[in-house]
Antibody, heavy 121, light 107 residues
Framework: EVQLVGSGGGLIQPGGSLRLSCAAA????????MSWVRQAPGKGLQWVSG????????YYADSVKGRFTISRDNSKNTLYLQMDSLRAEDTAVYYC??????????????WGQGTLVTVSS | DIQMTQSPSSLSASVGDRVTITCRAT??????LNWYQQKPGKAPKLLIY???SLQSGVPSTFSGSGSGTDFTLTISSLQPEDFATYYC?????????FGQGTNLEIK
C-alpha cells in the first residue's frame, strides 16, 4: 500500500524558513517523480514544485522560484521542501504527491495527508 | 501557463442524478487532462487520467471524455459519497495547473 506522510509544518513569521518532509512507503520511490501541491485556506489547488525520480530535474512555480528548494533522499525514501523567505501568501496546506508512471509525469496518483504552514507575525 | 476553467463552480444535485462538469483549457492539451475528487479536510484523490482512463479502484459511475481544449467529467448516478469538490488539472506542460474547482452539493 502506498503511503505518503508529510511533516514539518507549523507557524512561522514572515521572512522565516521551514523544511517540509514527506516519507514514502509502498512503492519504489526512486522510480517516480514527486511534487508538492498547496492549498490556501478555502481555496483551490496550486502546484508548487516537482522533482524527477533521480533528483536530477527540478521544477518550480514562478511564485516560489528562488525561495523554495525541492530535494529528495532516495536512500531514505523521503522528499523535502526547503522554504525560505516565507510570505503570508505561502500560508496553505502542503501536500506531497507521487507521479503516475515514469519520467516527469504531472499526473498525481497518490497524495499525502497534508501539512499546514501558517506564515504570520 | 495554461489556464483551466471549470463550470459550473457549484452544483446542487440529488442522489441518483446524472451530473456533468466541464473543463476548458486556454490552449490545446491533447488528452492530458486529469480529474480529482476532494472531500473536506482530505487530500485530493485521482479519479480519471488522460481524459478518459479510470484510475484503479474508482467506481465505473465516473467517466471522462474530451480532447484538445474541452473536457467533461460525468457521474452517471450520484451516490451519497460523491458529494465533494472536483478539480480538473492539465498534465500537458509545466507548470501543471488546476481548475478552480466545482463544489457538488446535495440538493
Amino acid at each position: 500500500e502506498v503511503q505518503l506522510v508529510g511533516s514539518g509544518g507549523g507557524l512561522i513569521q514572515p521572512g522565516g524558513s521551514l523544511r517540509l518532509s514527506c516519507a514514502a512507503a509502498g512503492f519504489t520511490f526512486s522510480n517516480h517523480a514527486m511534487s508538492w501541491v498547496r492549498q490556501a485556506p478555502g481555496k483551490g489547488l496550486q502546484w508548487v514544485s516537482g522533482i524527477g525520480g533521480s533528483g536530477a530535474g527540478t521544477y518550480y512555480a514562478d511564485s516560489v522560484k528562488g525561495r523554495f528548494t525541492i530535494s529528495r533522499d532516495n536512500s531514505k525514501n523521503t522528499l523535502y521542501l526547503q522554504m525560505d523567505s516565507l510570505r503570508a501568501e505561502d500560508t496553505a496546506v502542503y501536500y506531497c504527491a507521487k507521479s503516475l508512471g515514469s519520467g516527469w509525469s504531472k499526473t498525481f496518483d497518490y497524495w499525502g495527508q497534508g501539512t499546514l504552514v501558517t506564515v504570520s507575525s | 501557463d495554461i489556464q483551466m476553467t471549470q463550470s459550473p463552480s457549484s452544483l446542487s444535485a440529488s442522489v441518483g442524478d446524472r451530473v456533468t462538469i466541464t473543463c476548458r483549457a486556454t490552449q490545446s492539451i491533447s488528452k492530458s487532462l486529469n480529474w480529482y475528487q476532494q472531500k473536506p479536510g482530505k487530500a485530493p484523490k485521482l479519479l480519471i487520467y488522460a481524459a478518459s482512463s479510470l484510475q484503479s479502484g474508482v467506481p465505473s459511475t465516473f467517466s471522462g471524455s474530451g480532447s484538445g481544449t474541452d473536457f467533461t467529467l460525468t457521474i452517471s448516478s450520484l451516490q451519497p459519497e460523491d458529494f465533494a469538490t472536483y478539480y480538473c488539472q492539465q498534465s500537458y506542460s509545466t507548470p501543471p495547473t488546476f481548475g478552480q474547482g466545482t463544489n457538488l452539493e446535495i440538493k
